[in-house]
């Protein structure tokens, strides 16, 4: 990404299925170039209201990061971030032509191993 202060960022991409009724998740660990910010106050008007109150990063890169789908079996990447993992909920792409990228909002799942 071509922003200042980029850097390596670990993120976790999770996939899974259900097998006999039981959910089985698998999961690899991927490096990422971006920057993970806080949110603003103006940035809390993109989130859902059951996110506003939990702790919230923004996520910028290049690269495509799987979103959480609320009340669906897909789950969304984790960046390892801080010494915290952060499930990717929601995706703002940014495709002006100028720098192209995404924005994504993260949300406090627990702390890294």
Do not use: C
Not at 57 to 81: A, C, F, H, Q, R
Not at 89 to 94: G, I
Not at 102 to 110: E, L, N, Q, S, T
């Amino acid at each position: 990404m071509s922003t200042l202060f980029s850097h390596i960022i670990a993120v976790q991409k999770r996939t899974g299925q259900r097998v006999n009724g039981k959910w089985t998740e698998t999961s690899t660990t991927a490096n990422i170039t971006g920057s993970v910010q806080p949110v603003s106050g103006k940035d809390t008007q993109f989130l859902p209201e059951n996110r506003r109150d939990t702790g919230v990063v923004k996520v910028y890169s290049n690269e495509p990061l799987s979103v959480s789908i609320e009340g669906s079996n897909t789950p969304g990447d984790v960046v390892i971030w801080a010494g915290k993992k952060w499930e990717v909920f929601q995706e703002l792409v940014y495709a002006n032509g100028l720098i192209n990228h995404h924005k994504y909002f993260a949300a406090y799942i627990g702390e890294a191993t």
